[in-house]
């Protein structure tokens, strides 16, 4: 038989087993936030919004807003002052005692349309002067296409650039006319064939053939250049990308109202029109045909005439209808417009042309003055 004491003990071990470790209870905390949408505008406040679950007075927080900056506040407020790559990852981590956890988020920081102190393109093409257009950049110093040859064609106060757009094998835009690398870079092959990270390894080469220390930029790189410096007129024709696809990038930038958009064929110019009020799309006018497709479209805003169909009858049409009008001038050609004493140009701007796109912004706008 066994004794009291004995007894007790047992009882008491089985008391003990019954209630389980005699370890704390831990509360896992998890990490979590929330922000009222998914897009803002830079210098805008956003509000941080912790719904962390587990966390208790001595709770520790740590945010990362993905541009360099950080807090330890509970529910903090960042703003971004650029919009960097157009994404940023926003990373929470929330530590106990015992444990710790992270939740990331990604929001999309975008420019507001509303530049200070200039004008949009309308507005701009309403002070009936003409504008001149740097044919893929101002090419004299500077590779086409190129940042640099954006940057030449600002300084020398010239009005628009254009430039062309094309999509990489990992879906990302860069400036780059022709479907192969061979005349403008040091590389070969379809440029749709290689990543950007692959095609930005490449160096360009000026209209002389001769290597630079430019390198391919992408469409951002180039909107972020120009935005409230300069007008752009992106070059989208021979379905070199989707406008659908370049649409979203270009209103990110605030870049809608400063920038013509040259569709060129019908169901592009279509899709594009169809897409926002405020875009310009720009078809070309090759023949009457064309000027009667497009002339009972009252959503057009401007046209690219060819030589052939800028005569005084079309003209006279396109601007009943309020068109703009886009004229080339010296482009792709080996006579310059002292060649001719600048008759291209003059004809363009006798029959009320609007915008003249060229190889020779400098001598074209001083003349134009």
């Known amino acids: 038989m066994k004794s009291y004491s004995e007894f007790f003990g047992i009882v008491f071990f089985l008391i003990i087993n019954a209630c389980g470790s005699d370890e704390p209870i831990i509360n896992q905390v998890n990490a979590s936030f ?19 679950s587990g966390i208790n007075a001595n709770s520790v927080y740590e945010w990362d807003f993905g541009d360099g ?3 330890t506040k509970k529910n903090p407020t960042h703003n971004y002052s650029t919009i960097g790559d157009g994404t940023y ?19 999309t920081i975008a420019f507001t349309e509303n530049i200070f102190g200039r004008k949009t393109l ?10 001149t257009c740097a044919h893929r950049g101002n090419q004299n110093n500077a590779p086409e296409n190129s940042l640099k040859s954006i940057q030449d064609a600002i300084d020398a106060q010239i009005e628009m650039v254009e430039i062309d757009i094309r999509q990489t094998k990992d879906g990302k835009f860069i400036l780059m006319h022709d479907i192969t690398l061979e005349r403008t870079t040091n590389g070969s092959g379809n440029v749709s064939d290689f990543t950007l990270s692959e095609l930005q390894k490449l160096k360009l080469k000026d209209k002389r053939g001769v290597l630079t220390g430019e390198q391919i930029p992408t469409l951002q790189r ?3 250049l120009g ?15 989707s406008f659908d696809r370049i649409y979203p990038v270009v209103k990110q930038y605030g870049m809608i109202k400063q920038s013509l958009f040259y569709t060129q064929g019908v ?6 029109l169809n897409k926002d009020e405020n875009v310009i799309a720009m078809p070309i006018i090759s023949n009457e045909d ?20 800028f005569n005084q009858n079309f003209v006279n049409r396109a601007k009943a209808k309020g068109w703009f009008i886009f004229m080339n001038a010296y482009v792709n050609s080996t006579k310059s417009p002292l060649d001719d004493n600048y008759s291209d140009v003059d004809r363009i701007s006798n029959l009320a042309g609007n915008i003249v796109q060229t190889d020779f912004p400098v001598l074209i706008k001083e003349h134009l003055k």
């Open 34 to 52: 929330e922000i009222q949408q998914s897009e803002y505008f830079v210098n805008e406040p956003i509000s941080f919004s912790n719904t962390s």
């Open 69 to 71: 900056n950080i807090s």
């Open 89 to 107: 990852t926003i990373l929470l981590k929330v530590s106990n005692v015992d444990n710790e956890s992270s939740f990331t988020k990604e929001i």
């Open 122 to 131: 309308i507005e701009k093409l309403r002070e009936n002067k003409i504008l």
């Open 222 to 224: 180039a909107l972020n």
């Open 227 to 241: 935005r409230g410096k300069i007008y752009f007129d992106l070059d989208m024709s021979n379905n070199k990308v």
């Open 267 to 272: 169901s592009i110019t279509q899709s594009a």
């Open 290 to 309: 064309r000027l009667n497709l497009f002339e009972n479209d009252n959503r057009i805003k401007a046209a690219h005439f060819q030589s052939q169909t």
